[in-house]
Nanobody
Framework: QVQLVESGGGLVQAGGSLRLSCVAS????????MGWFRQAPGKEREFVAI????????YYADSVEGRFTISRDNAKNTVYLQMNSLKPEDTAVYYC?????????????????WGQGTQVTVSS
């Protein structure tokens, strides 16, 4: 089992920035690709970004490309999502998730583990 705990959410004005963190624990030695998803009220869960275990493969949703940056520090078992130029439409609960590879990254059903989520609210 892998446990994922997100943090860093909050309330920010449009144009502002936030950095989300996701700490993984359990199953020492496992190498997972780590992704971020988000879900706004009344909407389906949406892929945001993914990074491979070694950090060489990174993919973003078109809606966040150029504004968000995903990174990881394997020594700290932590993945980050730096969010800049935030917009009200970025408001959602953000979840991190783990899977074996970056294949089928946008499909939430292919992920093995999920965190509980952290709320991000962007005011206009």
């Amino acid at each position: 089992q892998v446990q994922l705990v997100e943090s860093g959410g909050g309330l920010v004005q449009a144009g502002g920035s936030l950095r989300l963190s996701c700490v993984a624990s359990g199953r020492a030695g496992s190498r997972y690709a780590m992704g971020w998803f988000r879900q706004a009220p009344g909407k389906e869960r949406e892929f945001v970004a993914i990074i491979s275990w070694g950090g060489r493969s990174i993919y973003y949703a078109d809606s966040v490309e150029g504004r968000f940056t995903i990174s990881r520090d394997n020594a700290k078992n932590t993945v980050y999502l730096q969010m800049n130029s935030l917009k009200p439409e970025d408001t959602a609960v953000y979840y991190c998730a783990a899977k074996g590879t970056v294949a089928a990254a946008t499909q939430g059903t292919t992920y093995d583990y999920w965190g509980q989520g952290t709320q991000v609210t962007v005011s206009s």
